[in-house]
């Protein structure tokens, strides 16, 4: 499923008349603040302008459910994820790179859909899964620790004789050590601690978070997904992006060096670290060559 059919970026000529028009001598109020800022000093970058210029990039079009954007790190494949994500406000929930001057180019691009994005369309960056894995490293470590206390308890309750009731406080304390004659140490903790979210690697923690956060019907940006994942899982998490993309209704565009990702079928790729920016076979992207010189320097050790 297409949900978006393209996405147009600003022109070289656009950018220049849109960002530098005539201020030499401009007429009262010819000038919204932000293009006053331009000619600011404390201003090192235009940032996101000059950016997709520079590689000839004008348009991207999306006719197939998966469009990678491959590059290497200051290509511009995150810069263009952040920007379609804004322009087409989809959820999200990491911080990303913002300049004054976004919202301004934000508002000069534009782009071709069919029908509605989908309601729950987001973008998914590396912090997000990040985030998740040190959410479920913290709740794993509280429950822990609350395990050990139960274990003092377990042991303080069993050396303590019934009490007389005198107050509720002692009713409690002595409905405690009635279970506790019943249970053993195990299920008293069991029963009295709630469960570890399961226990997992980075790795695992990783794939469960798209696992959850894919769902069927709906556009999904992924920035470099691949990072915290092994091979063997970059692998899974590209049959699952197919199956979603194939199956589920789902549309993908991803950054990505991956070799696992950029080999999926039926995708189209886009190389931003060419000039203009092209239209590429994955296995014509330098560094799947890079892996392929590698192995077949050492095939005769396989």
Known sequence: MIYLKSFKFITDEEETNFIFPDI??????????????????????????????????????????????????????????????????????????????????????????????????????????????????????????????????????????????????????????????????????KQNLMNNVRELSNGESALQYFYEKIQQNALYLLDEPENSLSPERQIMLAKYIEECAWACGCQFIIATHSPFLVSMKRTRIYNLDECPVTIRKWTELENIRCYWNLFKEHEAEF
């Open 24 to 189: 030499n001598d401009p007429p009262p109020d010819a000038l919204i603040p932000w293009q006053w800022m331009v000619n600011m000093t404390c201003y090192s970058s235009l940032y996101p302008f000059k950016v997709f210029p520079q590689k000839k990039l004008e348009c991207l079009c999306f006719d197939e459910p998966v469009t990678i954007l491959y590059g290497t790190n200051g290509s511009g494949k995150t810069t263009a994820l952040n920007i379609i994500a804004e322009k087409l406000h989809l959820g999200r929930t990491a911080l990303y790179n913002k300049s004054p001057f976004f919202e301004p180019y934000l508002d000069a691009c534009s782009f071709r859909k069919e029908g509605n994005i989908p309601h729950g369309s987001m973008m998914i960056a590396s912090d997000d899964v990040f985030n998740y894995m040190l959410n479920v490293r913290a709740v794993n470590q509280d429950v822990d620790f609350n395990r050990s206390k139960l274990f003092e308890e377990y042991n303080e309750i069993s050396e303590t004789p019934m009490q007389t009731l005198f107050k509720m406080e002692d009713f409690d304390r002595n409905m405690v050590a009635i279970r506790r004659d019943k249970l053993s140490t195990s299920k008293f903790i």
